[in-house]
């Protein structure tokens, strides 16, 4: 069985960064590319960024480019998305995403992890 | 950037009916175009892909239609467990964008 399991919630402050993981398991990670979604209070899906899990070459929206990071640990079968400068504008729900097959790129995403909430306030 | 529109915001249908939910694209999409169902706290889950083929383990009432610019997702008998929001997505161009839902209401 695929799954991707994210790490808890998580608080922060404007300013301040945060680091999201997404464990996997079931299948040959370093086959399918990750990506990540997020979805803010009210709004639609918005797509952040992929990572080739193989080689670690990523992809990123030009509206995340200056302040996301993801990166991989394949020993820990584990992505992780790391966004800076927090604003209150990023309190969002922040999910992984997996391709659905091997080498897909632009792609449709599934499965997904089941989302980690990430609140920023003063 | 493409930009999905979708349509109505808000369907209301009585269970047994049949649903029909738009989604359109700002630019030519090809068949690259996938509808997710969303429940409230849930990841959202793929129903439809390439246009027109069902995901494994979508029911057969859901069934998805159109090429390029417009598409259409129906559900043929709407079910209770079938309130939700759903989603279109394209995958033909960078960045990879999303509608902004129809939510379906059960009457």
């Known amino acids: 069985q695929v799954l991707l399991v994210q790490s808890g919630a998580e608080m922060k402050k404007p300013g301040a960064s945060v680091k999201v993981s997404c464990k996997t398991s079931?299948?040959?990670?370093?086959?399918?590319?990750i990506h990540w979604v997020r979805q803010a209070p009210g709004q639609r899906l918005e797509w952040m960024g992929w990572?080739?899990?193989?080689?670690?070459?990523?992809k990123y929206s030009e509206k995340f480019q200056a302040r996301v990071s993801i990166t991989r640990d394949t020993s820990a079968s584990t992505v992780y998305m790391d966004l800076t400068s927090l604003t209150s504008e990023d309190t969002a729900v922040y999910f992984c995403?997996?391709?659905?097959?091997?080498?897909?790129?632009?792609?449709?995403?599934?499965?997904w992890g089941q989302g980690t909430l990430v609140t920023v306030s003063s | 950037e493409v930009v999905l529109t979708q349509s109505p915001a808000t369907l209301s249908v009585s269970p047994g009916e049949r649903a029909t939910l738009s989604c359109r694209a700002s630019?030519?999409?090809?068949?690259?175009l996938a509808w997710y169902q969303q429940k409230p706290g849930q990841a959202p889950r793929v129903l439809i892909y390439?246009?027109?083929t069902g995901a494994t383990g979508s029911p057969a009432r859901f069934s998805g239609s159109g090429s390029e610019t417009e598409f259409t997702l129906t559900i043929s008998s709407l079910q209770s467990e079938d309130s939700a929001v759903y989603y279109c997505?394209?995958?033909?161009?960078?960045?990879?964008?999303f509608g902004p839902g129809t939510r379906v209401e059960i009457k």
């Open positions: 390439s246009a027109s």
């Open positions: 990572i080739n899990v193989g080689n670690a070459n990523t």
């Open positions: 079931g299948y040959d990670f370093s086959s399918y590319p």
């Open positions: 995403a997996r391709a659905p097959y091997s080498g897909a790129y632009s792609s449709w995403f599934d499965p």
């Open positions: 630019q030519s999409v090809n068949y690259n």
């Open positions: 997505q394209q995958y033909n161009n960078w960045p990879l964008t």
